[in-house]
């Protein structure tokens, strides 16, 4: 994998999500290429072969945060803050270190059990979060579609580490791949580890999108009739396949008193 380094740009992010304000990409860029990923195609360079790292992402984002109050702070929108250069070049961790500094804190996603080694800085914040995302059943179907990612189980594990740890732990279970993820399975293993479980289908909106070319290809190598199958759920939100799916989920969530929010 070629790290280069990326052009002049701010790092800290406006955030989306409910109740967090700011996001930070520790990278540019996402050696794990899973396949569906809805960042591909905004994608600066090829991420099975480029990343892009900035040239001193302690000062920069240091001097950004001054600008504002100390808070929970959304890394892994874009990339995967534990992806397997950080290993070496640990850009992750050097953020998280200057958020403990700061007072701030981090809500993290992540495919990775790397973020484990991370834990003496976590349980340091205040209320930090950890979640990992998760889509397959089995690891076979898993590395048709995100080949450079780790194995379900261990992901799980990982949790397991953090929520024995004190962390405040959480699961993205996403994408739910219609006829391919079997999502009542997948929070059969989750719950035990997973604070609260967040459920989402796959959906792409542009037929032309490099997300979208990657699993036509895959589907189509592993069958035909797939495909005729699956492409119809995927471009239609209102497909009965979610409504069944999501009323299964619901009465899952009533029975069993799970924290789960389903947005399907």
């Known amino acids: 994998m070629k790290v280069s380094e990326c052009t002049?740009?701010?790092?800290?992010?406006?955030?989306?999500?409910?109740?967090?304000?700011?996001?930070?990409?520790?990278?540019?860029?996402?050696?794990?290429?899973?396949?569906?990923?809805?960042?591909?195609p905004q994608a600066e360079t090829d991420w099975s072969k480029e990343i892009l790292i900035y040239?001193?992402?302690?000062?920069?984002?240091?001097?950004?945060?001054?600008?504002?109050?100390?808070?929970?702070?959304y890394?892994?929108?874009?990339?995967?803050?534990?992806?397997?250069?950080?290993?070496?070049?640990?850009?992750?961790?050097?953020v998280l270190a200057l958020f403990l500094k700061n007072g701030f804190s981090a809500s993290i996603l992540t495919k990775s059990d790397l973020v484990v080694r991370d834990i003496d800085i976590l349980k340091e914040m205040n209320a930090a979060a950890i979640s990992v995302s998760v889509a397959f059943n089995d690891n076979q179907t898993r590395r048709l579609f995100e080949a450079n990612t780790i194995d379900t189980e261990k992901r799980i594990a990982a949790l397991n580490?953090?929520?024995?740890?004190?962390?405040?732990?959480?699961?993205?279970?996403?994408p739910v791949i219609p006829y391919i993820t079997d999502a009542i399975q997948m929070i059969a293993m989750l719950e035990p580890y997973a604070d609260v479980i967040w459920i989402y289908g796959l959906s792409i909106n542009d037929r032309s999108g490099q997300n979208?070319?990657?699993?036509?290809?895959?589907?189509?190598?592993?069958?035909?009739?797939?495909i005729e199958q699956?492409?119809?759920?995927?471009?239609?939100?209102?497909h009965s396949y979610w409504a069944e799916?999501?009323?299964?989920?619901?009465?899952?969530?009533?029975?069993?008193?799970?924290?789960?929010?389903?947005?399907i």
């Not at 701010?10 to 809805?38: F, M, N, R, S, W």
């Not at 040239?55 to 702070?73: A, R, S």
């Not at 892994?76 to 250069?85: E, F, K, L, R």
């Not at 979208?212 to 797939?226: A, C, E, G, M, V």
């Open 55 to 73: 040239n001193d992402i302690v000062d920069q984002l240091g001097k950004e945060l001054d600008e504002i109050p100390p808070q929970t702070i």
């Open 75 to 94: 890394m892994g929108y874009h990339t995967d803050p534990y992806q397997p250069c950080e290993a070496e070049y640990r850009q992750t961790r050097k």
């Open 230 to 238: 699956i492409e119809p759920v995927i471009f239609s939100k209102d």
């Open 245 to 263: 799916l999501r009323e299964s989920l619901e009465m899952l969530k009533k029975d069993r008193k799970l924290n789960l929010n389903i947005h």
């Open 8 to 40: 002049s740009r701010p790092i800290l992010a406006a955030c989306g999500l409910k109740d967090i304000d700011y996001q930070v990409d520790t990278y540019v860029g996402c050696e794990h290429y899973c396949y569906y990923c809805y960042a591909l």
């Open 212 to 226: 979208w070319l990657n699993i036509q290809k895959i589907l189509r190598d592993q069958s035909p009739t797939l």
């Open 161 to 174: 580490k953090l929520k024995e740890a004190g962390v405040r732990t959480g699961a993205l279970l996403c």
